[in-house]
Nanobody, 124 residues
Framework: QVQLVESGGGSVQAGGSLRLSCAVP??????MAWFRQAPGKEREGVAA????????YYIDSVKGRFTISRDTAKNTLYLQMNSLNPEDTAMYYCAARAGGCGGMWSDRSRYPYWGQGTQVTVSS
């Protein structure tokens, strides 16, 4: 069983920043991703990073504002979120799957491992 633990959520005003963290399995070769789910909406992929960290993927609405990264020495995945706006308000989840990410990185059905989520609230 792969356990993922997110942290770093909170409440900020529009234009502010937050950094989410996710403790990941050691010595793992996983595609890691961040998903989010707002009330009444489908869970959507926000960003993903390949096992070696050489490739990253983003949805259009966060490009240029969010940065996904991983620190293998600390076994931690990050999501740096800048220029936040109220539309970014959601529960954010860390997810993992074995192997590379590829073109289907945002398909949540391909991720067997999930964290419990951390809430991000952006006020206007």
């Amino acid at each position: 069983q792969v356990q993922l633990v997110e942290s770093g959520g909170g409440s900020v005003q529009a234009g502010g920043s937050l950094r989410l963290s996710c403790a990941v399995p050691e010595y793992s070769w996983y595609c890691m991703a961040w998903f989010r789910q707002a009330p009444g909406k489908e869970r959507e992929g926000v960003a993903a990073i390949s096992p070696g960290g050489s490739s990253t993927y983003y949805i259009d609405s966060v490009k240029g504002r969010f940065t996904i990264s991983r620190d293998t020495a600390k076994n931690t995945l990050y999501l740096q979120m800048n220029s936040l706006n109220p539309e970014d308000t959601a529960m954010y989840y860390c997810a993992a799957r074995a192997g590379g990410c590829g073109g289907m990185w945002s398909d949540r059905s391909r991720y067997p491992y999930w964290g419990q989520g951390t809430q991000v609230t952006v006020s206007s």
